[in-house]
């Protein structure tokens, strides 16, 4: 697979958990996006250049509509962000077992944020185009006994650091492995139209900890606002990670952002969508893959018959035929994630 920097196409652009972890990795890695086997990406020009900054400083580690905006954009606004990796910067790229295991799991999911985007407003959907995601100059990756999908079976903790290397496209995750770099943001989400301090772990409807590898640069996400401003918050950015994050941690690492944001009044979607050029896509969270699937299915449908003029039954025997769901999260208790994605190309 090739590793490299996109924009997004024009069409959409107009438009950690932290384990109780373990043993750390070294290596090299820099800003990149994968070309995913649902089809390639045209190289840009370029990037549209950020109206407005927003450090690592800036931070929150909760899902809230008590949480008050750290900055105010209008809808188009290009917005360059830093992140932290999930620890929120307890960890550093000399960290070891010993420094992992003294991590405050109540400071991880430190998530940059939130913005205020201007004419938001509940029933909305908000777009958010990633055009670029730089990954800093370290990460690390994890597993413990207790937590993971076969937490189980692993007995003892284990962590990996790795050094980056500006201008890489992979990391050496051993001699003669090799991963490439395709950076994403696990956390994505808006606020929920609730006061109450809610937990970052686990997927909902507004977005948050999706650790889906397909929203990179290049990729519009849709996201339902349930609150005024929407309060869209980024973080626990990963440069690589698996379908499903098995082990319960990606490639955690810093990361600079450079997204695009819009509001879409008139269109409204129960949960988190998204598209490139190649595919659009549709997500369900769920707390079985059943429940998940079911629910990315149906909405497909949905957008098949709403947004494309495919009658239901038709779209039903269409999503078989040409539909891929992927196990996007299957870790962030108690729900888990399931995609579908659609290829465009058949469509004439």
Request: aromatic fraction near 6%.
């Amino acid at each position: 697979m090739n590793c490299r920097l996109v924009r997004p196409r024009s069409m959409v652009a107009s438009a950690v958990l932290l384990a109780t972890p373990a043993v750390l990795l070294s290596a090299t890695m820099a800003a990149c996006t994968l070309s995913f086997e649902d089809g390639p990406r045209e190289e840009p020009a370029s990037s549209p250049t950020p109206q407005f900054t927003l450090g690592a400083d800036k931070t929150h580690n909760k899902f809230s509509s008590a949480i008050a905006p750290v900055l105010r954009v209008p809808s188009g606004a290009v917005v360059e962000l830093q992140t932290h990796e999930a620890t929120g910067g307890q960890l550093g790229p000399d960290s070891t077992l010993a420094d992992m295991e003294k991590v405050n799991r109540d400071l991880v999911h430190a998530l940059t944020g939130p913005i205020y985007v201007e004419t938001a407003a509940p029933g909305d959907t908000l777009a958010v185009t990633f055009h670029e995601l730089e990954v800093g100059e370290w990460a690390w990756t994890s597993h413990s006994p207790d937590f993971g999908f076969l937490g189980d079976a692993f007995a003892e903790p284990w962590l990996r650091t790795f050094r980056i290397a500006k201008g890489a496209t992979s990391v050496t995750f051993a001699p003669g492995i090799e991963i490439p770099l395709a950076p994403f943001a696990g956390v994505i989400g808006v606020a929920p139209a609730t006061a109450e301090m809610l937990s970052t772990i686990p997927p909902r409807a507004n977005g948050g900890n999706m650790d889906n590898k397909y929203m990179g640069a290049g990729t519009t996400v849709y996201l339902p606002v349930f609150v005024e401003g929407a309060l869209l918050s980024i973080g626990d950015t990963h440069a690589a990670q698996g379908d499903g994050e098995v082990c319960g941690t990606g490639l955690e690492a810093p990361m600079r952002v450079v997204l695009q944001v819009e509001v879409q009044k008139g269109r409204s979607i129960p949960e988190p969508q998204y598209e490139t050029d190649a595919y659009y896509a549709t997500t369900g969270f769920g707390t079985t893959l059943e429940e998940a699937t079911r629910k990315a299915t149906l909405y497909m449908i949905d957008h098949l018959v709403e947004e494309r003029g495919v009658p239901r039954a038709d779209a039903y025997a269409l999503a078989s035929l040409a539909g891929d769901l992927k196990i996007s999260e299957l870790v962030d208790v108690p729900h888990v994630l399931v995609s579908m994605h659609m290829p465009k190309s058949i469509f004439r």
